[in-house]
T-cell receptor, first 115, second 112 residues
Framework: DAMVIQNPRYQVTQFGKPVTLSCSQTLNHNVMYWYQQKSSQAPKLLFHYYDKDFNNEADTPDNFQSRRPNTSFCFLDIRSPGLGDAAMYLC??????????????FGPGTRLTVL | GEDVEQSLFLSVREGDSSVINCTYTDSSSTYLYWYKQEPGAGLQLLTYIFSNMDMKQDQRLTVLLNKKDKHLSLRIADTQTGDSAIYFCAEILGGGGNKLTFGTGTQLKVEL
């Protein structure tokens, strides 16, 4: 089945130790997104890739970076995690078509714990 | 600001209908979506509605859109315990782009 896969599902890191979360998709969608969702809050968009073009949200901290080496994979790098970065990180994909519904399909998320 | 608002909690009995409401802000939104999130999981797209529609029905789900009042609702008929989750409405802001703005989420609890 076509899907969005996130690894790992649970990640524990230490304060200040770089961490990478990964996302892959078999949907062949041209847009990939990273969201941060803190407890009892709505998901908040960090950035997205439209094909190879990177689009950062204005309020995304510099501590968060992303890479998209090919259509299928996208990575979220947190350079120096702080306690406030503990959250669920959701990857999503969509096929951007003019006039289309452009619905986003989400992976199961990676829950990040920072000790 | 761009706030999409929902009531925080809804409790219903199994077999009853649930109605989850959402007030959005951007009158130029082209599509509005409903997502379901179970504990510890990602978001599952339930349904969406195009802005030139008033209503969309999909099995037990009915979406109503009132553009004049910027009000969106999701009705779940014959609510089951498996429907217990958090429900988010979301809009894509006008002016193009891919940014989804989510509502605050409504936690639906289905009681026996």
């Amino acid at each position: 089945d076509a899907m969005v896969i996130q690894n790992p599902r649970y990640q524990v890191t230490q304060f200040g130790k770089p961490v990478t979360l990964s996302c892959s998709q078999t949907l062949n969608h041209n847009v990939m997104y990273w969201y941060q969702q803190k407890s009892s809050q709505a998901p908040k968009l960090l950035f997205h890739y439209y094909d190879k073009d990177f689009n950062n949200e204005a309020d995304t901290p510099d501590n968060f970076q992303s890479r998209r080496p090919n259509t299928s994979f996208c990575f979220l790098d947190i350079r120096s995690p702080g306690l406030g970065d503990a959250a669920m990180y959701l990857c999503a994909t969509s096929r951007e078509l003019a006039g289309g519904s452009n619905e986003q399909f989400f992976g199961p998320g990676t829950r990040l714990t920072v000790l | 600001g761009e706030d999409v608002e929902q009531s925080l909690f809804l409790s219903v009995r199994e077999g009853d209908s649930s109605v989850i409401n959402c007030t959005y802000t951007d009158s130029s939104s082209t599509y509005l979506y409903w997502y379901k999130q179970e504990p510890g999981a990602g978001l599952q797209l339930l349904t969406y509605i195009f802005s030139n529609m008033d209503m969309k029905q999909d099995q037990r789900l009915t979406v109503l859109l009132n553009k004049k009042d910027k009000h969106l609702s999701l009705r779940i008929a014959d609510t089951q315990t498996g429907d217990s989750a958090i429900y988010f409405c979301a809009e894509i802001l006008g002016g193009g782009g891919n940014k989804l703005t989510f509502g605050t989420g409504t936690q639906l609890k289905v009681e026996l």
